[in-house]
């Protein structure tokens, strides 16, 4: 089992950075995929990004490729998701969670974190 605490949310003007991490507890943590997904008010749960078990495979939403990178650490037992180039829209409770499977998919995910808010100001 693993369990999750997100945390690095917070206000930033458009164009800024943020950097959010995931700290993970549980021995098996190397053995899940990590993934970030986040909800704006009144939207659906998006998927953001997604990193497989060993960090060999990467994936993200279009509407983030090229400004947001998705890392881990197993040895640290940690994720993070680097988010440069903020845009308002980019404004929502991010969530990381761990799945055995590398998918875009919230259903395929078993864990997941109290999620951390992310406010971009125009």
């Known amino acids: 089992q693993v369990q999750l605490v997100e945390s690095g949310g917070g206000l930033v003007q458009a164009g800024g950075s943020l950097r959010l991490s995931c700290a993970a507890s549980g021995r098996t943590f190397s053995s899940y995929a990590l993934a970030w997904f986040r909800q704006a008010p009144g939207k659906e749960r998006e998927f953001v990004a997604t990193i497989s078990w060993n960090g060999g495979s990467t994936y993200y939403a279009d509407s983030v490729k090229g400004r947001f990178t998705i890392s881990r650490d197993n040895i640290k037992n940690t994720g993070v998701l680097q988010m440069n180039s903020l845009k308002p829209e980019d404004t929502a409770v991010y969530y990381c969670?761990?799945?055995?499977?590398?998918?875009?998919?919230?259903?395929?995910?078993?864990?997941w974190g109290q999620g951390t808010q992310v406010t971009v100001s125009s």
């Open positions: 969670a761990a799945s055995y499977t590398t998918t875009q998919d919230s259903n395929e995910y078993d864990y």
